[in-house]
């Protein structure tokens, strides 16, 4: 069964950037497209990026200016930086496998923008 | 950007009852590429249907979708207390984006 797990820091600064990494078990990263997707009260379920392993990438063009995703076939792992964060970008943030719509998810991990 | 508004927000039934949910978006959502999703209290959504009308693996047939062009439908045919949660519209036709859901409490 694949598994994913989100993780970084709970607490980010404002203008700092925030890093999250998902770790994917029980299945390979290679052949599929991984997704990040953040919600917060304000602005409900937003989706923020998804790259396919092997590196061609599609970003939400309201973020796309501050959002980098990777990924590390070695680790089965995916990343997100999200740049010049603002009390805005305070969230759970999910990862999830596909690129349009999504059975596996992670369990999401809150992120909050403050000093 | 296509904009998905839901209706109602809140619906209140009870158990054995038929819920109709509403989906519609700012213009027409290509191939009807829409997807719906079951949310619970600190839960990741939960895929029910894609493609408008195809249930996802493992999901039962009490769910099921419609629609096309703007215009869609999650269909629950009798409420069970597993079901009272907060159901979201996504569509993939052209870049995602998600409605703001609608939650089905109990009367």
């Known amino acids: 069964q694949v598994q994913l797990q989100e993780s970084g820091p709970g607490l980010v600064k404002p203008s700092e950037t925030l890093s999250l990494t998902c770790t994917v078990s029980?299945?390979?990263?290679?052949?599929?497209?991984w997704t990040w997707i953040r919600q917060s009260p304000g602005k409900g379920l937003e989706w923020i990026a998804y790259?396919?392993?092997?590196?061609?990438?599609n970003y939400n063009p309201s973020l796309k200016s501050r959002v980098t995703i990777s990924v590390d076939t070695s680790k089965n792992q995916f990343s997100l930086k999200l740049s010049s964060v603002t009390a805005a970008d305070t969230a759970i943030y999910y990862c999830?496998?596909?690129?349009?719509?999504?059975?596996?998810w992670g369990q999401g991990t809150l992120v909050t923008v403050s000093s | 950007e296509i904009v998905l508004t839901q209706s109602p927000g809140t619906l209140s039934l009870s158990p054995g009852e038929r819920a109709t949910l509403s989906c519609r978006a700012s213009q027409s959502v290509s191939s009807s590429y829409l997807a719906w999703y079951q949310q619970k209290p600190g839960q990741a959504p939960r895929l029910l249907i894609y493609?408008?009308?195809s249930r996802a693996t493992g999901i039962p047939d009490r769910f099921s979708g419609s629609g096309s062009g703007t215009d869609f439908t999650l269909t629950i045919s009798r409420l069970e207390p597993e079901d009272f949660a907060v159901y979201y519209c996504?569509?993939?036709?052209?870049?995602?984006?998600f409605g703001p859901g609608t939650k089905v409490d109990i009367k």
């Open positions: 996504q569509q993939y036709g052209t870049s995602i984006t």
């Open positions: 790259m396919y392993y092997s590196g061609n990438t």
């Open positions: 999830a496998r596909g690129a349009t719509y999504w059975v596996y």
């Open positions: 029980g299945g390979p990263i290679s052949s599929y497209y």
């Open positions: 493609g408008a009308s």
